[in-house]
């Protein structure tokens, strides 16, 4: 069974980097999906902010896209977001999620709060 | 961007009621429509795939529809456990993007 395990910090201070990691179990990412980030807005708008190919190569959201980096560690069998010059408007719930033509499999999401 | 109007924003429902969610694309997707269902505190579950495809293990009272531009999802009979939020998503082109979501309640 495919499973997904966001960790990272709850509270990151405005300006600087939030930096989160995806623990994926039970499947190799290299062997195939495309692995995003997804985030939820207090009041539940959606967003899809990018994600890593099983290839290595990234594809980000336009409206993220001078701020965003997604990475990963084949030998960890992780992959992580970095998002750069956070605002209180980057709170939310973070996501990751495997994608093959929909997201069949979803993290159980970290909620992360900018502030002072 | 593609922008995905969900309607309605909330919703109550009787026990066994059918009940249908609609999503309205600002251009054609092709079907490239997924419909997801989320409990409070839990982490979205992909319930519909190409826009009428039932995904494995997903009760057959759910079934979705639509083409072009206009797609619903339908539950027919609610039960207490289909309270939950739901939301529509579009693969078709990029950046993919969300329906603003559908909170269904039991009533």
């Known amino acids: 069974e495919i499973q997904l395990q966001e960790s990272g910090p709850g509270l990151v201070k405005p300006s600087q980097s939030l930096s989160l990691t995806c623990s994926v179990t039970g499947y190799t990412i290299t062997s195939g999906y495309d692995w995003s980030w997804i985030r939820k807005f207090p009041g539940n708008k959606m967003e899809w902010m990018g994600y890593i190919s099983y290839s290595g190569s990234t594809n980000y959201n336009p409206s993220l896209k001078s701020r965003i980096s997604i990475t990963r560690d084949t030998s960890k069998n992780q992959f992580f977001l970095q998002l750069n010059s956070v605002t209180t408007e980057d709170t939310a719930t973070y996501y990751c999620?495997?994608?093959?033509?929909?997201?069949?499999?979803w993290g159980q999401g970290v909620m992360v709060t900018v502030s002072s | 961007d593609i922008q995905m109007t969900q309607s309605p924003a909330s919703l109550s429902a009787s026990l066994g009621e059918t009940v249908s969610i609609e999503c309205l694309a600002s251009?054609?997707?092709?079907?490239?429509l997924a419909w997801y269902q989320q409990k409070s505190g839990k982490s979205p579950q992909l319930l519909i795939y190409?826009?009428?495809r039932l995904q494995d293990g997903v009760p057959s009272r759910f079934s979705g529809s639509g083409s072009g531009t206009r797609y619903s999802l339908k539950i027919s009979g609610m039960q207490p456990e289909d309270e939950a939020d739901y939301f529509c998503?579009?693969?078709?082109?990029?950046?993919?993007?969300f329906g603003g979501g559908t909170k269904l309640e039991l009533k």
């Open positions: 190409a826009a009428s």
């Open positions: 999620a495997g994608y093959y033509s929909h997201f069949d499999y």
């Open positions: 251009e054609g997707i092709s079907n490239d």
């Open positions: 998503q579009q693969s078709y082109k990029y950046p993919w993007t």
